[in-house]
C-alpha cells in the first residue's frame, strides 16, 4: 500500500524566504550570485520531491525583495558581508530541510510495510488453533490401538491360486518391447484371465498407439469382455477398432463380432446391419477364415 508523502510547506516557504533577500543583493558579485542561484535550483527540487502539486498553492515562488528603507541616518551594512551571512543561513536551512525530508521518507517506509503485512495477513487469514484439552490427572490413559496385519494369502486361498496362476504365464522379452506387451495380453486372455487381459491390453494400447499389433489389440481387448459376458463394452471396442482402420489385420473380425455383440444384446436390427456390412466388405473372409464364425452367427439372427 502507497502512503503520500508527507508535506513539509512551512520549512521550504521560510527557506527560499532567506533566500530572496540575498538574491536580490547578488548583483554586486556574479560568483556569489551564482551559488545562490544554485541553492535556490536545489531547494525548488526539493519542493518538487516532497509536496504533491506545482502551482503557487504548494510551491512558493522566490520574488526579489524590496530594497530595504532604515531611518534616516542609519549605517548601511556591507553588501559582502550581508550575502554571506544570508547564504550561510540558507544553506543552513536547506540541510535541515533535507534530513526531514529523509526521516519522513524512512517512517513512510516503515509504515508502508507494516501496512502491506496487515494487508497480507487480512488477505490469507491463518486458522486459530484449537487448545488441547487439558488432560485430567486422574484419567486413565487409553490404551494404544494394535494394528492388526492383514491375513497372509495361503496356498487355499482362491485370490492366492489365481494370482499363482497368473503369473505362471510368461511374459516374452524380445527386441520389440511393444510386441511384447500385446503378446502377453493375448496369452492371458487365451488363458481365460479375462481382466488381467483387459488391463494388459489397455496399457499395450496406451503406451504404443501405433504399432502394427494394434488393430489386434483392440479386437482382442474386445473379445476379452465379449468373452467376460459384457458385450456392450465389447461391441464399443469392435466398433472402434473397425472404424479406425477398415483394413486393418483384425477389422474383419470386429466386424463380425460387432454382429454377435448386437445379437446378444438383443438388437437384431443392428446386428444384421453389421453382418450384412461384413459380408459386402469382406467377402473373401466370410468364405475363408471367418466362415464359420459368419455362418453360426447367420444361422442365430433372422434378417430380414
Not at 550561510?88 to 517512517?107: F, I, P, S, Y
Not at 487365451?190 to 502394427?212: G, T
Not at 453389421?274 to 466362415?291: C, I, S
Amino acid at each position: 500500500m502507497k502512503l503520500p508523502t508527507l508535506n513539509k510547506p512551512l520549512l521550504v516557504t521560510l527557506a527560499l524566504a532567506i533566500a530572496a533577500p540575498a538574491l536580490a543583493q547578488s548583483a554586486g558579485d556574479p560568483s556569489l550570485e551564482a551559488r545562490l542561484r544554485k541553492l535556490e535550483a536545489e531547494v525548488a527540487a526539493l519542493q518538487r520531491g516532497v509536496f504533491p502539486g506545482g502551482d503557487g498553492r504548494f510551491f512558493p515562488q522566490i520574488q526579489p525583495a524590496q530594497p530595504a528603507t532604515g531611518a534616516p541616518g542609519t549605517p548601511a551594512s556591507a553588501p559582502s558581508a550581508d550575502m554571506l551571512g544570508r547564504m550561510d543561513a540558507m544553506e543552513g536551512q536547506l540541510a535541515r530541510l533535507t534530513a526531514q525530508v529523509e526521516e519522513d521518507r524512512n517512517r513512510m517506509d516503515k509504515l508502508e510495510a507494516r501496512l502491506d503485512a496487515l494487508e497480507a495477513r487480512g488477505a490469507a487469514p491463518t486458522a486459530t488453533p484449537t487448545p488441547a484439552p487439558t488432560p485430567v490427572a486422574t484419567a486413565t490413559p487409553a490404551p494404544k490401538p494394535v494394528a492388526t496385519p492383514a491375513p497372509k494369502p495361503t496356498a487355499a486361498d482362491p485370490s492366492a491360486k489365481r494370482l499363482a496362476a497368473v503369473r505362471a504365464i510368461e511374459k516374452p522379452q524380445t527386441n520389440d518391447p511393444g510386441d511384447d506387451e500385446y503378446s502377453y495380453g493375448f496369452r492371458l486372455w487365451d488363458a481365460k484371465f479375462y481382466p488381467e487381459a483387459q488391463q494388459q491390453l489397455k496399457l499395450f494400447l496406451n503406451k504404443y498407439p501405433r504399432h502394427p499389433r494394434v488393430s489386434r489389440a483392440r479386437n482382442v481387448l474386445g473379445r476379452a469382455y465379449l468373452d467376460e459376458g459384457n458385450p456392450r463394452e465389447a461391441a464399443s471396442w469392435f466398433l472402434q477398432n473397425y472404424q479406425a482402420d477398415k483394413k486393418g489385420d483384425r477389422a474383419p473380425d470386429s466386424l463380425l463380432y460387432l454382429a454377435e455383440s448386437m445379437r446378444q444384446l438383443k438388437d437384431t436390427k443392428r446386428a444384421c446391419v453389421a453382418l450384412d456390412q461384413f459380408a459386402r466388405e469382406y467377402p473373401q473372409e466370410a468364405a475363408g477364415r471367418l466362415k464359420t464364425q459368419y455362418t453360426s452367427t447367420k444361422s442365430k439372427l433372422t434378417c430380414g
